[in-house]
């Protein structure tokens, strides 16, 4: 299954430190397109679903920034691999847990933000939990964010988007 795991450049500096190693989503969380995904929208092929995974991905990744301590820049990150997965619906239309770790070699790319949504993220990364409960300003922060597209980085060039912060 295509998988969307939500990460930060501190976690992928951690992974590309290691080599041979596996990325290990925060509480085995992730993102995908699943039964309960396709029946929310009525339409969408699974290229137009994945990118559905993807955008909660990247609003999950902004959680994950509101802990992280690193220096690295403000950036929303998602790890995208293929990995055995299990459904969610409990927790959100394409919610997936996995069991453990995702091998290097099943990472398939990198999405992360550029240099010129960092403002917005920062706003975003204090925004998010309000947002989530219904604070119209908080999501017209993240709507901001939203904006910004993620850039694709092949799993091959991930040493260098690090060396080019």
Not at 40 to 50: R, V, W
Request: charged share 25%.
């Amino acid at each position: 299954m295509r998988v969307y795991l939500p990460a930060t450049l501190a976690m992928i500096q951690e992974l590309t430190a290691a080599d041979g190693s596996e990325f290990v989503p925060l509480s085995g969380t992730g993102f995908a397109v699943t039964p309960a995904l396709r029946e929310a929208y009525t339409s969408g092929d699974d290229e137009e679903l994945g990118e559905v995974a993807l955008r909660e991905a990247a609003r999950a990744s902004l959680r994950l920034l509101s802990a992280d301590e690193s220096d690295l820049p403000a950036r929303r990150v998602v790890v995208v691999a293929d990995a055995d997965a299990t459904v969610r619906p409990d927790l959100d239309d394409a919610v997936v847990r996995l069991p453990g770790g995702v091998s290097a070699a099943d990472i398939v790319a990198v999405h992360v933000d550029g240099a010129a949504a960092e403002a917005a993220v920062r706003a975003a990364v204090h925004a998010v939990d309000a947002a989530d409960l219904g604070d119209e300003d908080a999501e017209l922060a993240i709507g901001d964010v939203e904006d910004h597209d993620l850039g694709w980085y092949a799993t091959q060039e991930m040493p260098f988007l690090l060396d080019l912060l």
